[in-house]
T-cell receptor
Framework: RKEVEQDPGPFNVPEGATVAFNCTYS??????FFWYRQDCRKEPKLLMS???SGNEDGRFTAQLNRASQYISLLIRDSKLSDSATYLC??????????FGAGTILRVKS | DTGVSQDPRHKITKRGQNVTFRCDPI?????LYWYRQTLGQGPEFLTY????????KSRLLSDRFSAERPKGSFSTLEIQRTEQGDSAMYLC???????????FGPGTRLTVL
């Protein structure tokens, strides 16, 4: 079993839709949590950190449930430019990032 | 551009050859990380440095792999006697301090024929 598990998708949604991604992690010692975005053949880029209280950045909302070891990302009003792979990431001691395999999102007009 | 840079961006080599990649981190960042990403997977941690000290190596890093950061600035990753299974994207990231956000370079895509 992988340390970070994600639904690989792809999620094919129309513009304007709301889409939610889920992620689970197995190491309870994980210290911090992130969503990274990766465009095709490009490097991962930090989308947002995830906090237990939940946090929002524009159309993006992230939630963390430490008890269930579960992380989520909600994207509202999807844009064509949101099409990418979304990587769920946990951070272990030493600032070593552990990535999920990613969830592919395709937003269509 | 003051981001993380990597060179070369692409490398095609024959099995058995040695290859070396370079990473230049963001200038004030004292932590530098190497990751490897294969198709359909997320990046996997290989090794990291704090200044010039290599603090940890993953079990993924066989004895054919060696990484250095001699002056605490740029880093090199060398793969000796390349194998087809080494074909991947090699990503470098840097951060300021232990828990700082990691910023990734564009990667070096290695193809071993």
């Amino acid at each position: 079993r992988k340390e970070v598990e994600q639904d690989p998708g792809p999620f094919n949604v129309p513009e304007g839709a709301t889409v939610a991604f889920n992620c689970t992690y197995s190491n309870s010692a994980s210290q911090s949590f992130f969503w990274y975005r990766q465009d095709c053949r490009k490097e991962p880029k930090l989308l947002m950190s995830v906090y237990s209280s939940g946090n929002e950045d524009g159309r993006f909302t992230a939630q963390l449930n430490r008890a269930s070891q579960y992380i989520s990302l909600l994207i509202r009003d999807s844009k064509l430019s949101d099409s990418a792979t979304y990587l769920c990431v946990v951070n272990r001691i030493g600032n070593k990032l552990v990535f999920g395999a990613g969830t592919i999102l395709r937003v269509k007009s | 551009d003051t981001g993380v840079s990597q060179d070369p961006r692409h490398k095609i080599t024959k099995r058995g050859q040695n290859v070396t990649f370079r990473c230049d981190p963001i200038s004030e960042h004292n932590r530098l990380y190497w990751y490897r990403q294969t198709l359909g997977q997320g990046p996997e941690f290989l090794t990291y440095f704090q200044n010039e000290a290599q603090l940890e190596k993953s079990r993924l890093l066989s004895d054919r792999f060696s990484a250095e950061r001699p002056k605490g600035s740029f880093s090199t990753l060398e793969i000796q006697r390349t194998e087809q299974g080494d074909s991947a994207m090699y990503l470098c990231a840097s951060s300021f301090a232990e828990m700082g956000t990691q910023y990734f370079g564009p990667g070096t895509r290695l193809t071993v024929l």
